[in-house]
């Protein structure tokens, strides 16, 4: 009785330092964003001036239609592929799969400012593709505005549906779809009727999160939507903090709170479907691999090497251009290792800093995240569900939204962090935390609680049973998580680009700053080396464990 009463209280206080970390890094810069929005612009007053500004303005209606627009448009078309690409996937035996599938996962490790980069080198008004086929006396359409944006969002997002509705298609009870075919259904009339209600939730989650990701993206929407040609809410937040600076930040609060709350009113619509509407499903009997006809196979396949190389078009573009020699804002045919020369000459500690603010943030979110994922799932009080709660906000919060806020906060003494690394790391954590909490609480929940009662009647300590017994069962959730986190942590942007000081940028803002200045060579480089980093952490943690994207993301949306 005395060891179960401590060890409570153990893991109380783990709790309480919890919300403690949160009501400091979550709470405390969204209230004071709230509480700047609404102080009045210009009659410094304390009321709704700022939001009346707002929604009676159209250049911010405008903001706002166009976020909505994107999203909804990206998410939709992401949809289009993800889903008919995970069926063919999980229903059907065609040549190349595996390969296709580290393609597929490859194509969304990538940050997304580097394919909007990678299709202005190639659809943009000097474009390579665009100059052929001018050439040719042949008008492309423009990359740029906001189906450009709506494209090249979602061939880097596709990859979330995909292996989320794959995911739970192994899932299904194949029986109830052979029922359905037994009955004279086509298989048209079985996917739509029978497949697609049991994938429901797996499709809203999905699409829930291309949605969020996309009305949080900073990078990808200022590219290809030229600054303020095509402004969305995340880059107009951006721009009126930076026109704001040493003001009362007014309109820029205004426009982040808004993003926040459309933000949860997607999470809170995304859950409502999913809880209105539940299918049960045992999964008692998975669905055998179809073996179609070799014509059939090769469309079959045909149609996937087009999806997958149209979505890794952006990386090889980056790659074969960062070799090659550019005059002015072309780039010629002739190989060279100047812009990598230029790179590493001109970056400082760009790459440097990205690799110790990551590293540095990885180890705080693996330890945080697998001592908070045991603590959340196995202590059901109302302190540990306020802290699961809190810890989920910065999933949802845009990081444009979540910087502004560190900045409005922690910008004075007692407490000043604006300019330091530590701020950066702070932000790294708190905004990938869920990551590895959520992944790390996915495994805790197939874990015997009787192992841990048994250690416990023996005498173990709380923390000599979780790190002697939990920990080890634990670890492929904590290492699944913990990869994705740190390529998250090492591509992010949005955040940082609010923080960052010439002593603390990292290698995702030089090369956006490049592709925004119109050196191509130079962004090239930079971008090839995310990418190479990238490659390289998702090639050891295949060699080292497995990663499954589906499972971290559902588990972060849950």
Known sequence: ??????????????????????????????????????????????????????????????????????????????????????????????????????????????????????????????????????????????????????????????????????????????????????????????????????????????????????????????????????????????????????????????????????????????????????????GSQRAVLKTPSKTQQGLLAGAAIGVVLLANAPIIVVLVSSFLEVRGAVFQPELTLGNYQKAFALMGNALTNSLVFAGTALVIVTVLGAVLGYVLTRQKTVLSRCLDFFLMVPFIVPGTVLGIGFVQVFNTPPVLLTGTASIIVIIYVIRRLPYVSRSSASMVHQIDISLEDASASLGARPMGTFTKIMLPLMRPGIFAGMVLAWLEIFNELSASIVLYTGATKTLPIAAYQQAVGGDFGLAAAYSGLLIAVTSVSIGLSMLFGDIDPARQNVSAAA
């Not at 289009?80 to 063919?88: H, K, T």
């Not at 037994?182 to 999160?209: D, E, I, N, Q």
């Open 1 to 282: 009785m005395a060891s179960s009463r401590h060890s409570t209280d153990v893991w109380r206080w783990v709790v309480i330092a919890g919300l403690v970390l949160c009501s400091a890094f979550v709470v405390l810069p969204l209230f004071e964003l709230a509480r700047q929005s609404l102080i009045g612009q210009n009659s410094q007053r304390f009321g709704l001036e700022n939001y009346i500004t707002f929604f009676s303005s159209s250049y911010f209606m405008r903001a706002t239609y166009n976020s909505l627009a994107v999203a909804t448009g990206t998410m939709l078309l992401a949809l289009l592929i993800g889903v008919p690409l995970a069926y063919a996937f999980s229903r059907f035996a065609f040549p190349g799969k595996p390969v296709l599938r580290v393609l597929v996962l490859l194509s969304m490790m990538s940050p997304p400012f580097i394919g909007a980069y990678a299709w202005i080198i190639l659809l943009g008004r000097g474009g390579i593709v665009t100059q052929w086929a001018h050439d040719l006396g042949v008008q492309t359409p423009t990359i740029y505005g906001p189906t450009g944006i709506i494209v090249a969002s979602a061939l880097s997002l596709y990859p979330i549906v995909f292996w989320i509705v794959a995911a739970a298609m192994r899932q299904l009870d194949h029986s109830v779809e052979e029922a359905a075919s037994v009955l004279g259904r086509r298989p048209m009339g079985v996917f739509f009727s029978v497949t697609l209600p049991l994938l429901r939730p797996a499709v809203v989650t999905s699409a829930m999160l291309v949605f969020l990701a996309v009305l949080a993206d900073f990078g990808l929407p200022n590219l290809l939507g030229e600054g303020e040609r095509f402004q969305v809410l995340a880059t107009l937040a951006y721009n009126l903090f930076l026109s704001e600076i040493g003001e009362e930040p007014g309109m820029a609060a205004v426009t982040s709170v808004v993003l926040v709350l459309m933000a949860g009113l997607v999470v809170g619509l995304g859950q409502w479907l999913n809880r209105s509407n539940r299918v049960f499903n045992d």
